[in-house]
């Protein structure tokens, strides 16, 4: 069965340093999205990306935060600068043409994030 | 503002009994339905959703969830349970109201379901 992949699985940064989280979303889905799930707390959306560009993005996604999808395949999360309150479990999801409205989203692993 | 509730930080049962894990949910428009298991260390499973319909709907694993509009809940349950479906559980909405959305989903803060031998 097709599904999401990301990497790395974990990966532990300096306050203040670049980090870039890559995903392999579905490869027929149209529609992809981040989320976050700081521990113990609700799973958080933080960006939709759809065409090229993004499409939505929640006021946890500031100037810190940017997105890309580079070669067609990968789709990536970059934290400029990573402050301690990024410390979470950040996942990517990916979704087909439903995806917009009634079809369900596709979540990888989950790539966790510890800033020290 | 859309948002999620799951009461119940943890629900307890016996295997073979069934189970129950509540959700209630606020959104402007009609809501589109899902729940998602999250076993350790996995990443987010879906299990079924609502969109429109009947207002039993069926999922992976032998789960179930019922909509009901007057009380704007959708909980999942499942007749007997099993010891292998102790996990995270996490209901979520969409509210079809807002084109814009794409996908974006809001969650609960997840029920954990323990099912003792």
């Known amino acids: 069965e097709p599904e999401v992949t990301q990497t790395p699985s974990h990966q532990v940064t300096q306050m203040g340093q670049e980090v870039i989280l890559r995903c392999v979303p579905i490869?027929?889905?149209?529609?992809f999205y981040w989320y976050r799930q700081i521990l113990g707390q609700k799973v958080e959306f933080l960006v939709s990306?759809?065409?090229?560009?993004?499409?939505?993005k929640s006021e946890i996604f500031d100037d810190q935060f940017s997105v890309e999808r580079p070669d067609g395949s990968n789709f990536t999360l970059k934290i400029r600068s990573t402050k301690l309150e990024d410390s979470a479990m950040y996942f990517c999801?990916?979704?087909?043409?439903?995806?917009?409205?009634?079809?369900?989203?596709?979540f990888g692993e989950g790539s966790r994030l510890t800033v020290l | 503002a859309q948002s999620v509730a799951q009461p119940e930080d943890q629900v307890n049962v016996a295997e073979g009994n069934p189970l129950t894990v509540k959700c209630t949910y606020s959104?402007?428009?009609?809501?589109?339905l899902f729940w998602y298991v999250q076993y350790p260390n996995r990443g987010l499973q879906f299990l079924l959703k609502?969109?429109?319909?009947?207002?039993l709907v069926k999922g992976s694993y032998g789960f179930e969830a019922e909509f009901n509009k007057s009380q704007t809940s959708f909980h999942l349950k499942k007749p007997s349970a099993l010891v292998s479906d102790s996990a995270l559980y996490f209901c979520a909405v969409r509210d079809s109201g807002r084109g814009s959305t794409l996908g974006r989903l809001y969650f609960g803060r997840g029920t954990q379901l323990t099912v003792w031998p």
């Open positions: 490869s027929n889905h149209l529609y």
């Open positions: 999801a990916s979704s087909d043409a439903a995806g917009g409205g009634t079809g369900e989203l596709f």
């Open positions: 609502y969109i429109t319909g009947d207002n």
């Open positions: 959104v402007s428009g009609n809501p589109y």
């Open positions: 990306f759809y065409n090229n560009e993004i499409s939505e």
